[in-house]
């Protein structure tokens, strides 16, 4: 009965049990992580997210359904012709409003 007798703080199957259950510790937040993030291939709804607003460095990364668009903006101005749609106000909250043109 030499098994029944021996001290536990000298087998080494108690700490790769120890080691097993930190990386079942660090998966479960890893999934948590993925699970939260907007962009993530199982989130049904359209998303769209912008980094870096207002500076050179701005994208824009839109999701609608399971297609993906990365667009980045090159810092300058756009042009073109076109008409004038209406013109956009900005209130003292913050909100725009957007008034269309009536011909």
């Known amino acids: 009965m030499k098994l029944l007798e021996e001290d536990e703080s000298n087998n080494p199957i108690l ?3 120890n080691m097993v259950d930190v990386f079942l510790v660090v998966i479960a937040a890893l999934l948590i992580a993925i ?16 980094k870096d ?3 050179e460095t701005m994208e824009i990364i839109t999701k609608k359904g399971e297609k993906i668009e990365h667009h980045k903006t090159t810092g300058t101005i756009g042009q073109g ?7 956009a106000y900005r209130l003292k909250d913050g909100s725009l409003i957007y008034v269309p043109e009536t011909d």
Request: proline content about 10%.
């Open 35 to 50: 699970a939260q993030n907007p962009l993530n291939p199982f989130f049904s709804d359209d998303i769209t997210v912008i």
């Open 15 to 17: 700490s790769v049990a």
């Open 53 to 55: 607003p207002g500076k």
């Open 81 to 87: 012709e076109g008409t004038r749609a209406g013109t």
